[in-house]
């Protein structure tokens, strides 16, 4: 069984961040969301990965491929396949058809995060002799997310974002197929956005009689596209770190919790209350570091206190009297308090920022 993983699409949800970089690379617990996508693969016994990136976004294109490499980190092969432009889902597993040939497969789409892994249902998937297995999963909002209706163990109707949903059992992006999948895609017509909707090829595995299979999650599944949902994933996975203190702590300083401290960080007059972890190199002196708090490599955190968010790599924070909560700030940000007066609120903030003040 091979792997595919979808790491296309602008990231415009998490934009300031993704003008310059991909959006499968914005960290959890300080790895790369897209590096939990390929470790369920492997973990899963998969290890012959194609990776769908964006021909039309250079710069994050290349980002993953650096990133990635040839897989061998994780002890899988990868394969990029370029997709000349976001012409939807089905059309990006559609080009995978080369690389997966007649095998049975798994998509993966590279900003999902699922806590439990895959392993369990790419086994049931391996050995069974259905054609497709959806992941479902119950939800409050149905009318906002590509939803299944089941009846007697088999998925029977599909819908996408119905206004009167028939079910709460959203579709969760990691879909199980074999090669009936690319006849069913063949075909498509762009939908109203003019993309080719993998939703309405599977709607045609079902309607042509297909063996489409449930599994329900039970566990944690999150779709990273927004700021919040990064911040629920950081929550998931610092929530199962052990304590490894690789760094230098001063004498006065107090880590309590579930911590990591990486590798040439140093931690001066401070308090770290995990779960949390501090990168390699970064500095944290004067300062107060939160429950579920992720703080790069290379930052400095100076005289401020931060709680339940995410500091990508080289930020730094430096003097604010407030404590800063829920956020997700980017790489070689700065934030400081102004020491000349008159004092005020001064911003160089770009487009699709946002920011809260209280």
């Avoid at 491929?65 to 012409?87: F, H, K, L, N």
């Avoid at 119905?162 to 999948?181: E, M, Q, R, T, W």
């Avoid at 939703?199 to 999650?217: F, Y």
């Avoid at 997700?328 to 005020?344: D, N, Y």
Wanted: charged content about 25%.
């Amino acid at each position: 069984m091979k792997g595919i993983i979808l790491a296309g699409g602008k990231g415009t949800r998490l934009r300031p961040l993704t003008y310059t970089g991909a959006k499968q690379l914005v960290p959890v617990a300080n790895k790369p969301v897209l590096f939990y996508a390929i470790e369920d693969l492997v973990d899963a016994g998969i290890t012959e990965i194609g990776i769908v990136v964006p021909a039309d976004f250079p710069m994050g294109r290349e980002q993953i491929m650096s990133a990635v490499g040839d897989g061998s980190r994780w002890g899988a092969s990868v394969t990029y396949i370029e997709q000349d432009a976001p012409r939807g889902l089905a059309h990006a597993v559609g080009i995978c058809e080369p690389f997966v040939g007649t095998d049975k497969f798994v998509v993966f789409l590279g900003d999902n995060f699922i806590r439990e892994g895959i392993a369990d249902q790419a086994r049931t998937f391996r050995d069974g002799t259905m054609n497709t297995i959806l992941l479902l999963h119950k939800v409050p909002n149905p009318q906002g997310l590509g939803i299944a209706v089941v009846e007697h163990g088999r998925v029977v109707e599909l819908q996408e974002k119905p206004a009167v949903p028939k079910s709460d059992l959203a579709i969760v992006g990691i879909y199980f197929l074999d090669h009936h999948f690319f006849e069913a895609a063949r075909g498509l017509k762009p939908s109203a956005r003019g993309e080719l909707e993998i939703t309405d090829a599977l709607s045609r595995l079902v309607e042509t009689g297909k063996d489409v299979r449930p599994e329900m999650i039970t566990g944690y599944w999150i779709d990273t596209g927004k700021h919040i949902d990064m911040l629920d994933a950081n929550r998931l996975v610092l929530d199962t770190i052990e304590t490894r203190i690789d760094g230098e702590v001063d004498a006065t300083s107090h880590v309590t919790g579930r911590v990591i401290i990486e590798p040439g960080a140093s931690v001066v007059r401070s308090v770290i209350r995990g779960p949390a972890i501090i990168g390699t190199d970064a500095v944290i002196t004067d300062a107060f570091i939160g429950p579920f708090t992720a703080i790069g490599d290379g930052c400095r955190i100076i005289s401020s206190e931060i709680a339940h968010s995410i500091v990508l790599d080289h930020a730094r924070i430096e003097h604010i009297e407030e404590r800063i909560e829920d956020s997700l700030i980017g790489r070689h940000a700065e934030l400081r308090r102004a020491s000349s007066k008159p004092r005020g609120h001064k911003f160089l903030l770009g487009d699709y920022s946002s920011l809260e003040l209280q």
